[in-house]
């Protein structure tokens, strides 16, 4: 078993996630196996019930583990299977360090951070790493955070105990660019790497985010003043075009050859075909270019819809085509009509949501679609707003709504699903996960996925109200899949339309850019076809 544990300085957000799933990448290529995991300094249990402004996406797992959303770079980089054990909150670690203490599984001993919260840590890492080659562990934060130091000690203490020759530790640092100097600067990666040695933590690797070239001079520098090997000062510089050149940017720095000469690793040179056919779909592609609109609340936030961005991108590389992203503000919709924002649009997305702040906005967007016959993909919300909509303006339910924006109405076609009636608590307590789904005869899901029984990820409340099934069918509003077990709707498709499609669950899930989803695919297909006619 050999350890890789990553940790960053000077700066967040300097994408350290993308680092960790560009090697992981790296490292497949090569023919090993690979896992890698997260650890979250911060006191929630799971980014669950955080907010969009303060996280970003959750990012959901096959087994309903609500996680940060670098575990979803994880998955779109590498096949490592994901579970809730690999993304660790200090919340996590205290809740079981806890636990225990009442338990009196302490024998009356004092509860202390060293050694019982570092030995909880290093038991996820021993966890984690079971049955594959290579174990990647991200520390969330930046060298210095206070809330950090438990993890970090824990990475001492793990080298110590499973030898340095199976660890190795890589440094994401930052060096700025000075306007007026004219430079970049190395001190404040000098002082990362000081403190990180503070704490008796030698970097091996150092990756400097950059938006330029190093110079010869500062790589010598680097290494003299971070007692790091020459040839282990790695530049990463700002990807060009997008993120999936990055496992091409480090191979060319030589990095995995040198991850592996560091862990003693024997394995075959890295193959990168797949990788340069992926940045070449993405650069180069073939086929013309869509506009897809996404209809949301969140449009300012990068984060908000990360994996569906990444997933319209993969759906760009099945096509070979390139994918125009147009973030749609739905309460724009709501007080300027659709027809400024959604006219020339080839295809209109409405992601998942909570709330009834620009609902109506939404609703309006999937009458457009509708209307226009313009190819719409909803998923869940975007999946109960198609079903609102075509309640009120289809059969004439003009007050149809969801239980979630109005528990008072007469036709809540989408109603709270009966497990969730009595529950309180708000951490974890959605339908969560991968659950089985059985396609329809006939849909334009079976045509997508071409195959009959499928699984996909769910994080919701709400549901498709049975108790409006006959009439929505016969009004035209075909149902494209369901729960055997439950029989639960969880597709919807318009019938007189040429691509209209909503879905309870989260494809975006599971979409990789060597994987694009199948219906990410057809719903993009649909729109180039539409930016031709
Ligand atoms: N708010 C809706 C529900 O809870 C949709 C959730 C979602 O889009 N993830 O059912």
Not at 22 to 39: D, M, S, W
Request: charge should be negative.
């Amino acid at each position: 078993m050999k350890y890789i544990f990553i940790t960053g300085g000077v700066v967040s957000s300097l994408g350290k996630g993308l680092t960790s799933g560009a090697l992981g990448a790296l490292l497949e290529t090569r023919n090993l196996t690979v896992r890698i995991q997260k650890f979250d300094p911060y006191l929630n249990v799971d980014p669950g019930t955080m907010s969009p402004f303060q996280h970003g996406e959750v990012y959901v797992l096959d087994d309903g583990a609500e996680t940060d959303l670098d575990l979803g770079h994880y998955e779109r980089f590498t096949h490592g299977k994901l579970s809730r054990f690999n993304n660790l909150t200090s919340g996590q670690v205290y809740e079981h360090v806890l636990q225990k203490e009442r338990r009196g599984d302490y024998l009356g001993k004092t509860v202390q951070v060293i050694p019982h919260v570092t030995n909880e840590i290093k038991d996820r890492i021993r966890a984690a790493g079971e049955g594959v080659d290579v174990l990647i562990t991200e520390i969330g934060g930046t060298v210095g955070d206070i809330e950090g130091l438990p993890f970090l000690e824990a990475l001492r203490q793990f080298a110590l105990e499973a030898g340095r020759e199976n660890v190795l530790f890589v440094h994401v640092t930052l060096l700025p660019y000075l306007k007026a100097a004219g430079e970049l600067k190395t001190k404040p990666s000098q002082q990362s790497v000081a403190k990180l040695r503070e704490i008796g933590i030698q970097p091996d690797i150092l990756v400097c985010r950059t938006e330029h070239p190093m110079t010869e001079d500062m790589r010598q520098k680097l290494s003299l003043f971070c007692n790091v090997e020459y040839k282990a000062v790695i530049e990463e510089m700002d990807v060009p075009h997008s993120i999936y050149e990055l496992p091409v940017i480090l191979a060319a720095e030589g990095m995995d050859k040198l991850v592996v000469d560091r862990l003693q690793i024997k394995s075959k040179d890295a193959d990168m075909a797949q990788w340069n056919d992926i940045v070449r779909r993405i650069v180069e592609p073939q086929a013309g270019e869509c506009k897809i609109a996404v209809v949301g609340k969140y449009i300012d936030l990068q984060d908000a819809y990360k994996s569906i961005y990444e997933s319209l991108t993969h759906a760009g590389i099945g096509n070979d085509c390139k994918v125009k992203v147009v973030r749609v503000d739905s309460e724009m919709i709501e007080s300027e009509g659709p027809e400024k924002y959604l006219a020339g649009i080839d295809g209109i997305l409405i992601p998942g949501g909570f709330g009834d702040r620009g609902i109506e906005g939404k609703i309006i967007a999937a009458k457009y679609a509708r209307e226009n016959k313009i190819p719409y993909f909803g998923i869940c919300l975007g999946m109960q707003i198609a079903v609102i909509e075509y309640a009120r303006n289809v059969l004439g339910l003009a007050d149809a709504n969801s239980a979630e924006f109005d528990d008072k109405t007469k036709h809540p076609v989408i109603d709270l699903m009966d497990e969730q009636k009595l529950i309180t608590d708000k951490g974890a307590t959605m339908r969560l996960g991968s659950y089985e789904c059985e396609l329809a005869e006939g849909s334009k899901a079976l045509a997508a996925y071409a195959q009959k029984s499928i699984r996909e990820r769910h994080r919701h409340r709400y549901e498709y109200n049975n108790a409006f099934r006959k009439q929505l069918i016969d009004g035209g509003l075909k149902v494209g899949g369901i729960n055997p077990k439950r029989d639960l709707v969880e597709i919807v498709e318009v019938e007189d339309h040429p691509w209209m499609v909503g879905v309870q669950f989260h494809p975006e899930f599971l979409s990789k850019p060597s994987k694009p989803h199948p219906l990410f695919c057809a719903f993009v297909g649909e729109a180039l076809k539409k930016s031709k006619r």
